[in-house]
């Protein structure tokens, strides 16, 4: 069974910059679609990015239309970890973020990903 671990959220400055982990395990996580969601108060979860396991014709990578150009995703085969750098944040992007993986290819489906992590706290103040 897959085990996520979110780290990094935390209070920051509209126009500031954050960055998420997540680390998972067994080793077999590498083979894994690993991705991230969020979900702000009163609102459902979202699709935020993911991330495919790195091949050498290209690391496949999904993104939400309404974020691209201001988060990155990354990811490290040797950590087991993904990583969600967030720019120019803004209120908006307050929300509980959490990692998901699944097996297959990236999608922004939430019902597709089989494993969750708890999830970390990101506000963004005005």
């Known amino acids: 069974q897959v085990q996520l671990v979110e780290y990094g959220g935390r209070s920051a400055q509209s126009g500031g910059s954050l960055k998420l982990s997540c680390i998972g395990s067994p080793a077999a996580i590498n083979s894994y679609t690993m991705g991230w969601f969020r979900q702000a108060p009163g609102r459902e979860r979202e699709f935020v990015a993911a991330?495919?396991?790195?091949?050498?014709?290209?690391?496949?990578?999904k993104y939400a239309d309404s974020l691209k150009g201001r988060f990155t995703l990354s990811r490290d085969e040797r950590q087991r970890a993904i990583f969600l750098q967030m720019n120019n944040l803004g209120p908006e992007d307050t929300a509980v973020y959490f990692c998901?993986?699944?097996?297959?290819?990236?999608?922004?489906?939430?019902?597709?990903?089989?494993?969750w992590g708890r999830g970390t706290q990101v506000t963004v103040s005005a």
């Open positions: 998901a993986a699944r097996s297959g290819s990236p999608t922004t489906a939430e019902e597709s990903y089989t494993d």
């Open positions: 991330i495919g396991r790195i091949v050498m014709t290209g690391t496949p990578r």
